[in-house]
């Protein structure tokens, strides 16, 4: 009986979705859509950096470095000027994001005591984009002086280099972050979102209290409707990874069933998150606004898929301890980046385990109470 | 209870410090086309909504098609079929989809939905329209595939709660001959609505004034007792009594 009411719901739900060709659309589109923005658009590295070289004296040493640079992909050289006072010019026409400042007489004073010095300006309007690109611009200047230091036997002049590894992610490329946070946003963002609004819309709609009527179970009702969004889910879920692998080429380094396992937990808590929503929620609007609002920014925020959680505030880091993506970005780069066995990912697994369950509980109980 | 389907008793609901229906009592036959009158916020829906088993009443008893509904309402809740007064079909759904559905939640087989279906859709003359998503269906077709709905489990009791709001008075009567031949077959009706045309087509009425039944006869009896020829004037005389309005 029970089972049959089940399915007849199910039914009735995938009607609802598939039935609904725009929303589709957007619902399989939109993970598409931010893996190609985030992948090749929006990218937190920074190339052909608009570069002018202040050279007052040209020598061997300035025209060495200046070729690496103009070799680098980072940079491009726009402009060679010789006077210090073109320089604002060059910021305020916005020719220039960054100049190099050679000092004057750069080769001869570079094995006097006197020394000589490089002065890196940046446009620091992009605070981001000016501390990456000076430090792409230190590491080339380091390299040389260290390489010019050794063949000439002056170990001194190099001094103590620190040699830096890149671990996981040795290209140091963007995606190896964004593709967990895509993740984390899309599965909270369609769950909660599609479900508390097709659970409102039944309440607007007055088909609510139809099934309320009837011999259902209140749990039956919600149950059917996670299942579609549940499959949409799953469906994205794999979408992104297949991007992922095959259009960015970041491999899967650990378990994939691991990291499905885990996906999954997140998938029903996001669905539980909906649900309880949904109680709260009045309109379908409300509903799309509570779930834009209460999930995407903190997401956004809190998850490390923008800024580094470690280095806020005290109070920031434990609100963001509250946030489920945060927890399943850490899983999954644990996973599926750093390729460590689910045995590491222990804590996270817990964590959105409780999560969910705590979070069903108090939606079934709340969708209960208020029948 | 004999023939009775429906027997209330002192049923009482509380919110807080107002009494939405205040100790109502009454009974309904097997087959009574039963109308439940009164003016907005007289208590009606209230009232209606606890005999659904949807809200548990605040004191008193009552039975729906034998059940009571403190201690049995999932068996009562088996046993009735409801249409709201918002239309209530599923828009994004085809006619035999919404069928296929409902009779699905009452736990029918399959092939006797789509025998029954079938049946159903020829005499109402919606065969052809079977596929057709019920958003593009006129509001007249809706409220008769509706209510062809709320019946096809073969409820005891069928509450309708303002069926006919909204449509012309043809459509109305075409609904109302339909209300008779569900009654025919013994199917009892319990009906709100605010058309005092259509308590004349009741075997009885109530009306409900401040949560109370302050009349409760056949159209004609109360027609006699007070006095005038309309019910409209019945409705007037006991209606501007009431204290509280929405």
């Known amino acids: ?84 006072a073109d320089i604002d010019g060059l910021f305020q026409r916005g020719d220039a994001d960054l100049v190099i400042a050679f000092s004057p007489d750069f080769d001869e004073n570079m094995y006097t005591s006197e020394g000589s010095s490089i002065r890196l300006i940046a446009d620091a309007t992009n605070t981001n984009a000016a501390s990456a690109m000076t430090m792409y611009a230190s590491n080339i200047i380091g390299d040389y002086v260290s390489g010019i230091a050794a063949s000439s036997g002056m170990y001194g002049v190099s001094g103590v280099q620190p040699n830096i590894r890149m671990l996981y992610n040795p290209q140091m490329r963007s995606a190896y972050t964004f593709v967990p946070g895509v993740m984390g946003l899309i599965i909270i963002l369609i769950c909660a979102m599609m479900t508390s609004v097709s659970i409102v819309r039944e309440k607007e709609t007055g088909t609510m209290e139809l099934l309320l009527v009837s011999p259902t179970k209140p749990i039956v009702v919600i149950m059917a409707k996670m299942v579609p969004y549940f499959v949409v889910s799953m469906v994205n879920y794999l979408t992104i990874l297949a991007l992922s692998v095959w259009l960015l080429h970041i491999p899967i380094s650990g378990s994939f069933w691991a990291l499905t396992l885990l996906s999954v937990i997140y998938i029903v808590l996001s669905l539980a998150l909906g649900q309880l929503i949904s109680t709260i929620a009045k309109t379908q609007v409300s509903a799309m606004l509570m779930s834009g609002f209460m999930l995407l920014v903190p997401v956004l925020f809190f998850s490390e898929l923008l800024f580094p959680v470690d280095s806020m505030p005290l109070v920031f880091r434990w609100f963001s301890d509250l946030i489920p993506a945060r927890w399943y970005v850490i899983g999954v780069k644990k996973i599926m980046i750093e390729g460590l066995p689910m045995f590491y990912a222990a804590r996270e697994f817990i964590i959105l385990s409780v999560m969910a369950a705590v979070i069903l509980g108090v939606s079934l109980m709340r969708y209960k109470n208020r029948m | 209870m004999g023939g009775n389907v429906i027997e209330v008793e002192g049923l009482t609901k509380v919110f807080g410090d107002f009494t939405a229906v205040d100790h109502i009592s009454f009974s309904v036959a097997k087959g009574e086309i039963f109308g439940f009158l009164g003016a907005n916020g007289a208590g009606k829906t209230t009232a209606m909504k606890m005999l659904c088993g949807l809200s548990r009443p605040t004191s008193g008893h009552a039975t729906v098609a034998g059940y009571d509904i403190n201690t049995e309402a999932e068996e009562v809740k088996r046993n009735i079929g409801y249409m709201s007064q918002k239309f209530s079909l599923y ?50 077709w809706k409220q008769k595939l509706a209510f062809s709905v709320a019946i096809f489990h073969g409820p005891k009791v069928v509450f309708l709660d303002e069926p006919t709001g909204g449509v012309d008075p043809v459509a109305r009567r075409q609904f109302w001959f339909m209300i008779y031949e569900a009654a025919e077959r013994g199917i009892t009706v319990f009906v709100t609505t605010h058309y005092m045309d259509e308590a004349e087509y009741c075997n009885r009425i109530s009306i409900m004034v401040d949560g109370r039944i302050e009349a409760l006869d056949t159209p004609a009896a109360l027609k006699r007792k007070f006095g005038t020829d309309s019910m409209d004037s019945v409705f007037y005389q006991l209606a501007r009594g009431a204290k509280r309005s929405e």
Do not use: C, W
């Open chain 2, 91 to 140: 828009e994004d759904l085809t006619v035999y989809e919404n069928i296929e559905l409902f009779a699905g939640i009452y736990g029918m087989k399959r092939k006797d939905i789509s025998r029954k279906a079938v049946t159903i859709l020829k005499k109402l003359g919606f065969y052809s329209e079977r596929k057709t998503l019920v958003k593009s269906l006129p509001l007249g």
């Open chain 1, 1 to 84: 009986m029970t089972m049959k009411q089940f399915f007849a719901f199910v039914r009735k739900e995938f009607r609802h979705v598939l039935r609904d060709k725009r929303t589709m659309l957007i619902l399989l589109g939109m993970p598409v859509a931010q893996i190609i923005l985030f992948g090749f658009a929006i990218s937190t590295e920074i190339r052909n950096i608009d570069t002018a070289l202040l050279v007052p004296d040209m020598g061997e040493n300035v025209r060495k470095l200046s070729e690496k640079f103009d070799a680098s992909d980072y940079f491009s050289i726009v402009t060679v000027i010789s006077d210090e």
